[in-house]
C-alpha cells in the first residue's frame, strides 16, 4: 500500500544552504513536487520564471493575497514571497507529496491551516560558517550580508516550532538526513531528542 501524499515545509535562514539540498532531494525522489513560489523580487542571472519561482509585481502579489489564492505569504528582505494554495492543494489531490521551500513566517502559516504538515528547519553549523558561505556568494554587497546575519540569528530562534532540524555541515549526510525525516525515520533529527537540542543551542548561543 502506499503512503499518502505529505506536504513538507522546509525553512531555513539565509545560507544554510537550503535551496541546494532541496534540489538534492527533488532530484533524488523525483516522485515528489516542489512548489514554485510567487514573488515580488528581481530574477537573478542564473533563474527562469516558473522554474525557480513564478515573478509577479507587487500588485500582481496582493490582488492574490486579497483573492485567499496564497496558502501563506512573507515579507522578506523588503520582496514579497508566496505559495499558491490551488497548486498545493492539486499536487496533493493527485496522490503526490509536496515540498514547500519556504521561510519560518510562513511554515507558521502552513502549520495553521495544515497541521498535519511535516515542518523541518535547515540549520546552519555555526555562524561564522553562515558568514563565510554568504560571503562567498559574491552576490551581496558588505551591508546586505550584515543584515542577513542579524535577520539568520532571528530566524534561528524559531528552531524549536519546527517538528525536526537538520544541521547542514556535510552536505551528503544533511541529504540522507532530510529523505529520512520525510520517510518518517528521523528520530536523531526530531526537535525532541536531546542530544539534538543540545547541538543547536550551541550554534545559537
Known sequence: MSKPARLYVIAAPSGAGKTTLVRALVTNNPELRFSISYTTRKKRRNEADGVDYLFVTKREFERL?????????????????????????????????????IDWQGAQQVR??????????????SLDELER???????????VIARRLRDARADMAHWDEFD???????LDQAVADLEAALGGEGTSTSTENVALRRAVSRIVT
Open 65 to 101: 493575497r486579497e483573492r485567499g489564492e496564497l496558502l501563506e505569504s512573507a515579507d522578506v528582505f523588503d520582496n514579497l514571497y508566496g505559495t499558491s494554495r490551488a497548486q498545493v492543494r492539486e499536487h496533493l489531490d493527485n496522490g503526490r507529496s509536496v515540498v514547500l521551500e
Open 112 to 125: 495553521e491551516s495544515m497541521p498535519e504538515c511535516v515542518s523541518i528547519f535547515i540549520m546552519p553549523p
Open 133 to 143: 558561505r554568504l560571503r562567498n556568494r559574491r552576490t551581496d554587497s558588505p551591508e
Open 164 to 170: 525536526h532540524v537538520i544541521i547542514n555541515d556535510d
